[in-house]
């Protein structure tokens, strides 16, 4: 089963953490080489010496493929990025804006 890093309104008690209801959550984790732009709705863009914090979840197949649906038509781009926590990194999807590049900005995303 694959594993995804999520940041934004995925995240838990944000609203579309409804796509991974099933999913078996691991725990806080970090992804270096990115940061976070966007004001309503955040967008992880790369930005070498940057990171970005949020949750590692396990899911299935099924699951990835409709968050794809509803991520890939917004613009982003599932991508493959290592997700580290603090037992160890694991290589998890994540989903990026594509072709962009940023400075620092935030690491973090709070929905409420």
Not at 22 to 32: D, I, K, P, R, W
Not at 43 to 64: D, F, I, T, W
Not at 98 to 112: D, F, I, L, Q, V
Request: glycine residues 10%; proline residues 5%.
């Amino acid at each position: 089963m694959p594993y995804l890093f999520v940041y934004g309104t995925l995240k838990s008690g944000c609203g579309n953490h409804r796509y991974l209801k099933n999913a078996q959550f691991l725990g806080e984790a970090e992804v270096e080489g990115y940061t976070l732009i966007g004001v309503i709705i955040p967008y992880a863009v790369e930005a070498p010496g940057c990171k970005v914090k949020g949750e590692l979840y396990r899911v299935s197949q099924e699951e990835l493929e409709a968050i794809d649906q509803l991520e890939i038509p917004a613009g982003y781009a599932r991508v493959e990025v290592e997700a580290r926590t603090p037992w160890g990194a694991y290589k998890a999807w994540m989903y990026a804006y594509p072709e962009r590049r940023g400075r620092c900005a935030r690491e973090s995303y709070n929905c409420e």
